[in-house]
Every structure is written in C-alpha cells, then in structure tokens.
C-alpha cells in the first residue's frame, strides 16, 4: 500500500490556531472566515484552539466531552495514587467555574456529551447535534480528537452526508499501525468532498514502520471543503512546517513527515 494518500495539497495560506503544542492545529487561513460556529469533539481540559479560533474569528464554538466529568473514572483513578484523585476532582471544581467564564469571553458553549453515530447514553451523532441546536443551515468548522471512534463516526453515512456545510476538518486520527488499510478508506470516503491540506504527526503516539519508513501511530490531518481550494496541486514542501509545526510532546523531537513521501 502506498502512503500518497496521505500526501497534503498546496493550500493558499496557512495559520497555526491553538497553543504551541498539543492541543494546536494547523489550518487553511483564508476559509476560516467563512464558517459561522465551530464543533469540536474531545476537549479533555485544553480549549487553547477554541479560544484563539474565538480571538481571530469572533466565532462561537460547541465543544463536546463525555469524560472529562465523569464519576465512573473514580474507582479507577481511586487504585491509582492518592494525587491523581485528587487532580480529577481539582480539575472539575476548577473548570465548573471555568465554564460561565468561557462562554462569555470566548462564546464557548460545553456539553458532557460525546460523539457516536447515533443517541446513546452520553452520546449522539453529529446530524442530531445540528439539528437541535438550530445549526443546520451553518458554515461548520469541525475538530475531532476522540481516542480512535473517529472511525465509526467516518463510515456512518449520515454524518458523511452532514458534511456538505462543513468549511475545514482538523482530526486525529488514532492507532494508525493497525488500522492504515481503514484510514486509507476513509480518506478516501473524504475527499469527495475534501481534499487533506495539512498532516502533523502526534509524537506521543510515536512511530511504526511501513515499508522501511517511519509513521506515525496518531496522525492529525487538516481537510479543507473542495469549495474553497482553487487548485489542487500536490504540496512537496518539507514538513513539518517549521515555526508552525510543533511537538505534542515539548521534550521529544517532532516527526519528520517528509519521510514516508520519499
């Protein structure tokens, strides 16, 4: 199998949104003024990106995570050390003060719901999520980083069909040694309608090999909607982009992407 389908295009400019580490993406710049909210789906206590997205745009955003307060974690947290209960309860006492601050600064709107393809417990699908809260007809920006059921969600056809209003995709793909037959699907599945703008390598997943080259486990791809690319012409340029990209992890090197084009 080759890995061109990996291979990002020429995007007319880019821009990094969101801190300088885990938790920032790389986006195409010039489209971002045309979504009207953007969906992000697993927050796990980081909204650096919502609220730079929020800074440049002055756009709302819905962010959605079914763990992050939940008290089934306790009983394993519980056989863990004494310290690491104590972070998990620091941490929602802090963010439920958080939260009312978040939405009127930043129009940042939390809900402990998760993403599936259909409603189930603490979740529900991305159609169903539009569709309630009146946002429907709306330029979407959407940012996925759900822990590897991203690839349920991508195979169900009406979370493929609600896409048409989608302006950008910011994902995380996961567990890629295993799974690189069905992440090629899928990127395909997706560019009928989008085309991968930019790929960072999420080095605390570190690397497998491939085919004598080294790739990623977790790989964060940027779509942008067809809509809005004037020419799809291969992008060859070295990556990652330096003063743009950078390590998820500060104290490890980041992944030469360049690689596995070769």
Known sequence: MNLDFLRPYCADSKIRVGRVWDGGYVLENKSLD????????????????????????KKPSRIFDPTMFDVGNIPTLAKKRLRT????????????LYLPI?????????????????????????????????????????????EGGEYEVLKDEKFLKALDNVVQIAIEFHDADT???????????????????????????????????????????????NAYLKNKQADFSPLPIPDMDYPNQRKRPDINISKIFA
């Open 34 to 57: 045309a979504f009207d909210i953007s969906y992000t789906y697993g927050v796990g206590w980081e909204v650096s990106f919502e609220k730079d997205l929020h800074k440049r745009s």
């Open 85 to 96: 209960l104590f972070k998990f309860f620091a941490k929602v006492i802090v963010w439920t």
């Open 102 to 146: 978040l939405k009127r600064r930043y129009q940042i709107s939390f809900y402990n719901e998760g993403l599936g393809i259909s409603k189930k417990y603490k979740y529900d699908s991305f159609p169903n999520h539009l569709k309630r809260f009146g946002d429907e007809e709306k330029k979407i920006f959407l940012k996925i980083d759900i």
């Open 179 to 225: 799974r690189l037959a069905e992440l090629k699907s899928l990127v395909e599945t997706l560019n009928k309608k989008f085309t991968i703008v930019h790929f960072h390598g999420n080095n605390y997943g570190g690397v497998f090999e491939f085919e004598g080259k080294q790739v990623p486990r977790a790989i964060e791809l940027t779509f942008l909607n």
